[in-house]
């Protein structure tokens, strides 16, 4: 099986401001992440645990769970 090219280095570091800025509202409604998974539809853990730190390309409909749980608009999780 042939190995998937990896992202630009300019998608890397948006991803990685997308779960900073996940992170942050995270800890502005003062929930833990074990609580945001559970609330995004039982999400594994370790799964939002790396969409947090940025080193996963969540689904958009993930994403939607995400801001859902925390309670806080999706736009505020992806703006620039």
Do not use: F, W
């Given at each position: 099986?042939?190995?998937s090219?990896?992202?630009?280095?300019?998608v890397?570091?948006?991803r990685?401001?997308?779960?900073?800025?996940?992170?942050a509202?995270?800890l502005?409604?003062?929930?833990?992440?074990?609580?945001?998974?559970?609330?995004?539809?039982?999400m594994?853990?370790?799964t939002?645990?790396r969409?947090?730190?940025?080193?996963?390309?969540?689904?958009?409909?993930?994403?939607?769970?995400?801001?859902?749980?925390?309670?806080?608009?999706?736009?505020?999780?992806?703006?620039?």
């Amino acid at each position: 099986m042939p190995r998937s090219v990896p992202p630009p280095d300019h998608v890397v570091l948006r991803r990685r401001r997308i779960g900073d800025q996940i992170r942050a509202a995270r800890l502005a409604k003062n929930l833990t992440q074990q609580a945001v998974a559970e609330r995004a539809g039982g999400m594994d853990r370790a799964t939002y645990v790396r969409i947090e730190r940025g080193q996963a390309s969540p689904l958009v409909d993930s994403l939607i769970l995400i801001a859902d749980a925390i309670g806080v608009p999706l736009s505020h999780l992806v703006r620039d």
